[in-house]
């Protein structure tokens, strides 16, 4: 029997809050839904992933080698932009985690900037790789604005795909 009372303690009252919050999901975000594009195109979540930018000038992006200096993506950040869209990623199957705004644009590896994009249906990921090159080279040859190429990809990759190529969507 216990000779003194039992009396909470600060320490025990975060165990316990911590312990219900994590058997509850209290704190768990609710995952982030794909928005569907013109065409059925899949596109992230903008409140989950608004993109971000660091910053660069335009001769900063325009080496070949550019990419491969600044690409630093955690395995963690991948899991983490899997779990925000509460999707599980597939071996070679479903996605990539791609940047919305991509490095050779000044595009950031912040996790605000990555999302799950999936390669079908098309265009989809392998499509916006393209995309991306094109806006690279339209910048860096001067024919387009560095910050205007940055807001049209991260509001609508697929309005600019189409755009590109000289095509309004097929409805």
Not at 33 to 44: C, E, K, M, Q, S
Not at 86 to 106: M, N, R, S, W, Y
Request: proline share 9%.
């Amino acid at each position: 029997m216990l000779s003194t009372p039992w009396r909470p303690t600060i320490r025990g009252l975060l165990v316990g809050l911590a312990w219900l919050v994590l058997t509850t999901g209290a704190a768990a975000q609710p995952p982030a839904h794909y928005r569907t594009g013109a065409d059925g195109v899949i596109l992230p979540d903008s409140s989950a992933t608004p993109g971000a930018t660091r910053p660069v000038t335009v001769s900063d992006l325009c080496p070949i080698a550019h990419t491969r200096r600044v690409r630093h993506v955690t395995p963690a950040q991948k899991h983490r932009a899997y779990a925000v869209y509460g999707a599980t990623p597939k071996q070679g199957v479903c996605c990539e985690v791609d940047h919305l705004i991509p490095l050779e644009l000044g595009g950031s590896n912040a996790d605000r900037n990555l999302w799950p994009e999936p390669y079908a249906p098309k265009p989809g990921a392998r499509e916006k790789d393209v995309l991306e090159t094109f806006l690279h080279f339209a910048v860096c040859g001067g024919t387009l604005d560095l910050k205007e190429a940055q807001q049209k990809i991260a509001a609508d990759w697929y309005a600019v795909y189409l755009e590109m190529r000289g095509q309004g969507p097929s409805r």
